[in-house]
């Protein structure tokens, strides 16, 4: 065996061996609920698709990061495959390599530099998100909770400064789904209402009709157009002889007919009543999703706390950096650990990929977002993309200095 194909071989070898820790690491994904309601995932497949990449150049990072991404959808699917995503992370793994490379050319003083002002400008954005924020009286305090948070309403009858109204609108498009989840009255005719009132005068549509709505007995339900979802149990328990009524080809009509419930066509009177706070008329009960408080206070941490504890972990990163490098010097090695290099090179393909992936969901897979500003749905991912990556960072740089010391020169 000839020297060269005894490196291409183990190119191979050490590529498959970080597919094999990929295809592990799909199982070990890590939820952290830092930043709002729905946490952030963290994956640790990234961890290993970039070193085919910086030990073997771009082809071999691109290749590694496409099998990963077909590895999660064959072990952990989220939906429909698409190959677009599997090519776009192709690119991902390619543009690793390239940016790795280029860095290597670059004088390691100035690329540390340049990162430290990009770290300290992160965390004086945040800084002034956060002050911004708490001064119009949004978020009081360290993060920002979904319950403390004024509503939808009350936002939109104030003027704040730009800053806040930057992040607010980045909710703007979570709309609260208000569920009709029980009725509690004894009259034999139900009429769902199409909106409810609050007592501040907050006024929502009622569109979805939750699971065992009514009690066990023969009633006569009158459904508006507004409740487009409904429950597959929602007509549990309901008598024989019980009625549903509904504009002819409604949700209801489906929804009826799959119950075995009578149905009759008919347009109904939009009805609205009253509630208290917790979402409880005279006759029937209602249940608030609160999306657009959680996702704003979503939104607010990753745009504060998230920018700033990302300027502190990087400039600990970089503290780390100096630190080794002070070690490796007063043992007498060669060579600087490569922290800086890995972080850019880790976070400019994975930018490069959200933004190349948002454009692909806005566009061909997800209509919701298509009447939506583009930096509306680009700057959460854009965010969690940058937050992940210095988390992931860490891990490669110890991973990094454990292979170049302990392995490279055996294999």
């Known amino acids: 065996m000839t020297r060269r194909e005894k490196e ?26 830092l930043f709002g309601a729905s946490g952030m995932n963290v994956g640790f497949g990234g961890i290993f698709t970039a070193f085919p990449a910086f030990l073997f150049g771009p082809l071999y990072g691109g290749v590694a990061t496409a099998i990963s991404d077909l590895l999660g959808v064959i072990i952990k699917p989220s939906g429909p495959y698409n190959p677009i995503f599997t090519i776009t992370a192709f690119c ?9 490379r280029l860095l290597a050319m670059r004088n390691d003083g100035r690329v540390r530099r340049v990162a430290l002002c990009l770290l300290i400008a992160l965390g004086v954005v945040g800084g002034a998100f956060h002050i911004s924020l708490v001064s119009d009286g949004i978020s009081a305090g360290l993060a920002a909770d979904a319950s403390e948070l004024p509503k939808r309403s009350e936002i939109q009858m104030e003027d704040y400064n730009p800053l806040t109204k930057l992040v607010v609108h980045l909710a703007d498009y979570n709309n609260d789904v208000i569920t009709y989840s029980r009725y509690t009255g004894d009259a034999d005719t139900v009429t769902l209402p199409s909106k409810i009132v609050y007592p501040d005068g907050y006024t929502l549509s009622v569109t979805k009709l939750g699971e065992k709505a009514f009690p066990e007995a023969q009633l006569r339900i009158l459904i508006p157009e507004t409740v487009k979802t409904i429950d597959e149990k929602a007509f549990d328990g309901l008598a024989e002889g019980s009625v549903i009524v509904a504009k002819a080809g409604s ?23 009253q509630v208290d706070e917790t979402g409880i008329s005279d006759s029937s009960s209602f249940t608030n999703s609160d999306a657009f408080r959680k996702n704003l206070a979503g939104y607010i941490n990753f745009i504060t706390l998230g920018l ?10 970089i503290g780390a950096e100096a630190l080794v490098n002070l070690r490796r010097r007063k043992q007498g090695k060669e060579g600087n650990a490569p922290h800086i290099r890995i972080f850019a090179s880790v976070f400019g393909a994975g930018l490069i990929v959200t933004t190349l992936n948002t454009i692909v969901l806005r566009y061909f897979t997800l209509p919701a977002w298509a009447g939506r500003a583009f930096w509306i749905v680009w700057i959460p991912r854009a965010l969690e993309e940058l937050i992940m990556c210095i988390i992931i960072s860490y891990f490669i740089a110890i991973l990094y200095d454990v292979y170049m010391t302990r392995f490279r020169d055996k294999l």
């Open 8 to 33: 291409n071989l183990t190119k191979i070898a050490v590529t498959a061996i970080c597919i094999g820790f990929v295809a592990i690491s799909k199982f070990f994904s890590v939820t952290l609920p």
């Open 251 to 273: 949700k209801a009509q489906e929804a009826a007919e799959k119950a075995g419930i009578a149905f009759e066509a008919a347009d109904v009177e939009s009805v609205t009543v």
């Open 308 to 317: 700033e504890g990302t300027a502190l972990l990087g400039l600990l990163y």
């Open 92 to 100: 991902g793994g390619v543009i690793k390599g390239w940016i790795w």
